[in-house]
């Protein structure tokens, strides 16, 4: 069975400060990874995906992730935080089996920024 | 491109009643799929519909169905609600790569 862990519940950083966000998954194949944000009250939204080819991937609102088969991560980085990155990121692993698309979530890391 | 409707946004109910909410997917997106989210339990997957047919189906009680229309509208339905029940609840739809979500049913049983 897939799953995801997100390690940490809640991360407090500095506006300007950089940031790494870990995410560990489970998964027997080459997995699909994305990372997902949600802000107070609203859905998600999708940051970066990976499905293959290069390991770095670029996403938007500055964001970048790595995958590192070895480790089983995909953290997410971005190297200058802003006030408005304040929200719950989500790791995600999806697979396709049977014809279908599984999608498991980790339990989401709350990003809190101070000035 | 319009993205992915839920209906309605907010919505309180008693002990006992059933729910009805709406997902309108992204034009094209064949592939419906809602999850709980709670504080507690994080996202949970209820189930996934695809061409009118449930497809996959997550570990909830038999109080949760839901449906998908020929148009790929779908719906979920929750009977003899309970307290626990209070959620948001995440309507996505995909073409079989990433999910794109709806900004949710927010649902307080009372």
């Known amino acids: 069975a897939q799953s995801v862990t997100q390690p940490d519940i809640h991360i407090t950083v500095s506006e300007g400060a950089s940031l790494e966000l870990r995410c560990n998954y489970s998964?027997?194949?080459?997995?699909?990874l994305f990372w997902y944000v949600q802000s107070p009250g609203q859905g998600l939204q999708l940051l970066l995906k990976?499905?293959?080819?290069?390991?770095l991937v670029q996403g938007i609102k500055g964001f970048e992730a790595e995958f590192k088969r070895s480790q089983s991560s995909f953290n997410l980085r971005k190297p200058s935080v802003h006030w408005s990155d304040a929200a719950e990121y989500f790791c995600?692993?999806?697979?396709?089996?049977?014809?279908?698309?599984?999608?498991?979530f980790g339990t989401g890391t709350k990003l809190q920024v101070i000035p | 491109k319009a993205g992915v409707t839920q209906t309605p946004r907010y919505l309180i109910k008693t002990r006992g009643q059933q729910v009805t909410l709406s997902c309108s997917p992204i034009?094209?997106?064949?592939?419906v799929s809602w999850y709980q989210q709670t504080p507690g339990q994080g996202l949970q997957f209820l189930f996934e519909?695809?061409?009118?047919?449930?497809?996959n189906k997550g570990n909830f009680p038999g109080r949760f169905s839901g449906r998908q229309f020929s148009n790929s509208r779908s719906e979920m339905n929750v009977s003899t609600l309970e307290l626990g029940d209070s959620a948001l609840y995440l309507c996505?739809?995909?073409?079989?790569?990433?999910?794109?979500f709806g900004e949710g049913s927010r649902l307080t049983v009372l």
């Open positions: 996505a739809s995909s073409t079989g790569g990433e999910l794109f």
């Open positions: 998964y027997g194949a080459t997995p699909y």
């Open positions: 990976y499905f293959s080819g290069d390991t």
């Open positions: 995600a692993v999806g697979s396709t089996s049977g014809g279908y698309q599984k999608v498991t």
């Open positions: 034009s094209g997106h064949r592939s």
């Open positions: 519909y695809f061409s009118e047919t449930q497809r």
